[in-house]
């Protein structure tokens, strides 16, 4: 006969036991260390310091990857180009200055201070045209081409104060082509502003002149096609001015008028009175 077993170990509270006897028995059994140790850098694993392999993998991964003297051969002329354009900044100041002053000695009738002040200005341009001339960028990103704009404007004033005439281009060569065309568009406004002046002293010639030559830059000014930008925003500008000129202009004949009825009314209550 077979061996009879006994009922506790199919017992529930049995098997229990047994279960849990198998995992503490599986929890207690040292662990492999081999998956940790493969997570680890190679140097590390090898017993070689970890700083002095990161080292070599940083110095390994620059050489073979880029070339770290093109980097600061960049980094050096960005460096140059800022210093140099700080410089261009500071002096193109200079030349807007004097330019600004000359102008306001020449609304005020004062000349010789006026071509002072321009030949200021000039000189202070020429100390940048060959830091200019060697790095293009400078012209536009320091400041430098609204400097002669300015120097432009105070030149054709002073040149139509005396002539008449309006500069050309040819005799203000440091000015490239949007330089001098913005020169000549702020002109306008100074003209505008001379032009009302010379209405106060009842100088209908002079007004007459300053409408005519705005009116000719207009008729010129329209053959542009001018795109979004500067000379733009001053082009539309000039229309404005024209305007006021011709506002002055009537103003000024109206008042001629009333004033010479006037004189006609006082004439004729004279020989009213003889009689």
């Not at 081999?34 to 392999?53: C, D, H, M, N, Q």
């Not at 070339?67 to 807007?96: G, H, N, P, W, Y």
């Not at 009738?109 to 060959?130: H, N, R, S, T």
């Amino acid at each position: 006969r077979a061996p009879r077993m006994s009922l506790a170990v199919f017992s529930a509270s049995g098997v229990a036991n047994r279960f849990h006897l198998c995992v503490s028995l599986k929890n207690s059994r040292p662990r492999s260390t081999g998956a940790s140790r493969s997570k680890l850098p190679r140097g590390v694993r090898s017993g070689r310091p970890f700083a002095a392999t990161t080292n070599e993998m940083a110095s390994t991964t620059t050489s073979s990857f880029l070339d770290e003297a093109d980097f600061d051969a960049m980094r050096d002329a960005m460096q140059l180009f800022d210093e140099q354009r700080d410089t261009v900044i500071k002096r193109s100041r200079d030349i807007t200055k004097a330019s600004k002053v000359a102008i306001y000695c020449l609304h005020r009738g004062e000349m010789d201070k006026a071509d002072a002040q321009i030949a200021l200005a000039l000189a202070a341009a020429d100390e940048l045209l060959p830091l200019v001339t060697e790095n293009p960028q400078l012209r536009t990103s320091g400041s430098y081409s609204g400097g002669l704009e300015e120097y432009a404007e105070a030149a054709i004033f002073a040149h139509f104060i005396r002539t008449g005439m309006v500069l050309p281009a040819k005799q203000i060569q440091r000015c490239n082509n949007d330089e001098y065309l913005g020169g000549v568009l702020d002109f306008t406004g100074e003209l505008n502003r001379f032009c009302v002046a010379r209405a106060t002293e009842r100088d209908v010639a002079a007004v007459t002149k300053c409408r005519d030559v705005v009116d000719a830059l207009m008729g010129i000014f329209l053959k542009f096609d001018f795109r979004n930008g500067a000379l733009r925003k001053k082009y539309d500008g000039l229309k404005y001015t024209l305007k006021k000129m011709e506002n002055t202009l009537y103003e000024m004949s109206l008042t001629s008028a009333a004033a010479k009825r006037s004189r006609e009314d006082e004439g004729d209550a004279e020989d009213d009175a003889e009689e």
